[in-house]
């Protein structure tokens, strides 16, 4: 119940306040903070995936300005010879204001990453975008069948049926390139599984219909019982190593990822840096209320 409370009234709490709390999950503001930790990160044999923060914007200026920063990540990135690709959001490139813009943004952006021989990974953001982000999805695979995936998120009922519905541009030659992960976002129960043990059984089962079909899988989930689930999926169907990886979150459970590298799996994590950290970090807050209620005490008890 407190937490809940506290989870609520999140985006209220000053900055600084929420930073004791963000800087665990964040490289920082600047790209130099993404280099590094992608280079720590490179050094322990994890790839990353950067991220730069931002999202839901209001002004398609501000679009621009998003896709410039993209392409002058691209080109330093590459310079500075990361093992990574790279992840964005639609909303930050204008989606939910002028869909072709947005896509003509993000297209200039695959193509960098392509020029590179490298991956955009399309983020999944609320149920609103779910139809738009695999549109885009379809229309940037045609163009550039080995450089761009999409997310799925296994709390929508929808997902299995989306996952099968895109069989239709999946090949051996150019698999069809997802993450899958539980979902962030607070949506209807309508349309979502609510409880973590449905949840996590669409998961298993949106992973299997994956892993069997030849689709290459990021896994991105902190969740013990999801890994141990797709290690066994991954022995029932022999899958070889290039077609599937792990992912986490940067800060979060790193034993566990440790100990996901030792058994030999791929690991990837999200490295999300930039100035736009506010909006994250109170998702990622009101994900794990339980954080909230520590920052509370580390206010009063220090
Ligand atoms: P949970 O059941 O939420 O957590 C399992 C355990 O992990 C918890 O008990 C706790 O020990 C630990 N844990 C989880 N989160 C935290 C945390 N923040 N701090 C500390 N410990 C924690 N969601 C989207 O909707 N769209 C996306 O595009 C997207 N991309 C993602 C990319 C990556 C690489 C990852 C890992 C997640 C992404 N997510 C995305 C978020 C995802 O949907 C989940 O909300 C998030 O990963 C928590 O789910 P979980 O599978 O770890 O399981």
Request: glycine share 6%; with cysteine.
């Amino acid at each position: 119940m407190f937490n809940k409370m506290i989870a609520g009234i999140l985006p209220y709490f000053p900055k600084k306040l929420v930073w004791i709390f963000s800087k665990r999950y964040i490289a920082g503001e600047t790209i130099e903070d993404a280099i590094r930790v992608s280079k720590e990160l490179n050094a322990q044999g994890i790839k990353v995936t950067i991220d730069i923060l931002g999202e839901f914007i209001k002004d398609l200026s501000e679009a621009e300005r998003n896709k410039v920063e993209y392409l002058e990540l691209i080109d330093t990135i590459q310079k500075e010879n990361i093992d990574g690709n790279y992840s964005l959001k639609p909303t930050s490139f204008g989606l939910l204001i002028d869909k072709e813009v947005s896509y003509n943004h993000i297209r200039e952006i695959v193509a960098k990453a392509a020029s590179y021989g490298n991956f955009i990974r399309v983020d999944m953001e609320d149920s609103p975008c779910t139809d738009m982000e695999i549109e885009l999805f379809r229309r940037l695979k045609a163009e550039f069948p080995d450089n761009v995936g999409l997310v799925f998120q296994a709390y929508l009922k929808r997902t299995l049926s989306d996952l099968q519905n895109l069989m239709d541009i999946h090949s051996d030659e150019h698999p069809n390139n997802y993450r899958l992960c539980k979902g962030i976002y607070v949506e209807p129960a309508e349309i979502a599984y609510k409880k973590y043990e449905e949840i996590n059984q669409h998961f298993l089962e949106d992973l299997e219909f994956l892993l069997k079909n030849g689709n290459y899988v990021g896994i991105a989930t902190h969740d013990k019982p999801i890994i141990e689930g797709a290690y066994k999926l991954i022995e029932k169907y022999n899958v070889p190593k290039d077609k599937y990886e792990f992912q986490m979150l940067y800060g979060v459970t790193p034993e566990l990822r440790k100990s996901i590298i030792e058994k030999g799996h791929t690991m990837r994590v999200y490295v999300p840096f930039g100035k736009e950290w506010f909006g994250y970090s109170t998702r990622r807050l009101k994900e794990n209320p339980k954080m909230a209620s520590h920052i509370i005490k580390a206010l009063f008890y220090r």
